[in-house]
């Protein structure tokens, strides 16, 4: 079954840190690049982070320095590791794979930072 499946999500103090875990099936991981998306309520979906096939990243400027995004081929899955947190990164994190026109979709997991 072709899938994404997100996990790590949850409820964090400002300043506080969440792993985010992006586990495919179905696909051949590796030659996809990988990334993760949030949405905020009334806000359109954007870019966090992406990391291509052979492992270059790009970052929003929002979080760069506070976020990092790694892969393991081997294992089929992407990480979104979130440092430094703050209340606006609040949102719906998904994670996406992509080739070429073909996009892949996680059903989201929720991130919310509140005191």
């Known amino acids: 079954q072709v899938q994404l499946v997100e996990s790590g999500g949850g409820t964090v103090q400002p300043g506080g840190s969440l792993r985010l875990s992006c586990a495919a099936s179905?696909?051949?991981?590796?030659?996809?690049?990988m990334g993760w998306y949030r949405q905020a309520p009334g806000k359109q979906r954007e870019l966090v982070a992406t990391?291509?096939?052979?492992?270059?990243?790009n970052y929003a400027d929002s979080v760069t320095g506070r976020f990092a995004i790694h892969r393991d081929d081997a294992k089929n899955t992407v990480w979104l590791q979130m440092n430094s947190l703050k209340p606006e990164d609040t949102a719906v994190y998904y994670c996406?794979?992509?080739?070429?026109?073909?996009?892949?979709w996680g059903q989201g997991t929720q991130v919310t930072v509140s005191s």
């Open positions: 179905g696909i051949i991981f590796s030659v996809y690049a």
């Open positions: 990391i291509t096939s052979s492992g270059n990243t």
């Open positions: 996406n794979a992509r080739l070429g026109g073909f996009n892949l």
